[in-house]
């Protein structure tokens, strides 16, 4: 049932199969690391080329308007916005995760002058949990309070992510949305593990942010995105007012008025040359059918999970509902462990200080790979192959 022929047959039978081609993936590795930098689209090369040789090379400051870079933050957040069941004038695109995080519970806990609590999961990515305290370290009057105490009566927004990065566990976003707003408090989702893994829909949210360089292939450093719900887009501040949110950033106003819609949360120049790789990430999207992903995600996840057996503990969700793309297993040695794997072509990465991390990323992961990681996996293990010295020495990014 599980041997390798059986993985080949899967493959074989795979509605998204074709996708594979159109991604560069180096011969002998198996990738499985797309829930932190996802492979690079096969026609990414030749739309950044142009980016940088014909449109500013060619059209050198004309391309702000010759090549459409001053409508880039929304004209791809327009396109982006199916991903997260989001509609046209919702999303603006920039900037980085963590300043998106800063700018949308700032504005929430605006809309919530009443209250002075802000709910964050101390679990979450560092990232969003110090923006988060910095906040309210700076607006001076607020207290953080842990996700898990699960008292939002008083709390004027909460943060979440969908999925947890460490661990790959869901959370059911109609059923915490809905609680939240019930007791009152805005909802913030960071959905950077699962957009483009599975169907995100934070349309009910009052706000949302995510990553485009993970799932969605954008690349190294490629610019996040922020959504609003537009119940809020006529009341909500950016705390954040740079000139590219102005109603009229080239009439070079003394003060600043914001911008009608999702364009006042743009705050500076966009990331011209990162737009153009998420621009050809976003060509691959949009011939997806996310329901065919997140089927082919449960069926790999599922596998893998099979496949390693007891060998490890299981640090994700059994149930595949609860899961995202990723399966994390503990190991005491974790670190080690990955760099044996990472060493004979499976590519996982480590979170410290035990967890071993695999992301199964539908549009270029096969069966066979999942199938081929767990028996090099196996042998890791049962060999006590990471032993090796020089496995033990870590590198500055993990
Ligand atoms: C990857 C990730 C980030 C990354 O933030 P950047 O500012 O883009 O580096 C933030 N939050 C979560 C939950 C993530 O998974």
Redesign the pocket.
Known sequence: MLDRDHCLALDAGDPLRDFRDEFVLPEGVVYLVGN?LGALPRRTAERVRQAVEDEWGGQLVGGWNLAGWYEQPLTTGDRLAPLIGAGPGQVVVG???????YQTVAAAARLRPDRRVIVSDVR??P??HYMVQGLAGLLGGYEVRDFAEGRFDDAAVVLL?EVD?RTGARHDVPAVTARVQAAGALMVW?V??SVGAMEVDVSMADFA???T??YLNAGPGAP?FLYVNPRHLAAAENVLPGWHGHAEPFAFEPGFRPAEGIRRFAVGTPHVLSFAALEAALDVWERVSMRQVRAKSVALTSLFIDLVGDALELASPLDAADRGSQVSLYHPDGYPVMRALIDRGVHGDFRAPDILRFGFAPLYTRFVDVHDAAAVLAEVLEKELWREEKYARRLAVT
């Not at 900037?95 to 995080?101: P, Y």
Request: proline content about 0%; overall charge negative; glycine content about 4%.
């Open positions: 932190s900037n980085t995760t963590s300043i998106a995080v979450n990515f990232t969003d992510s990065y960071d950077c593990h942010v995510g990553c360089y993970k996040a």
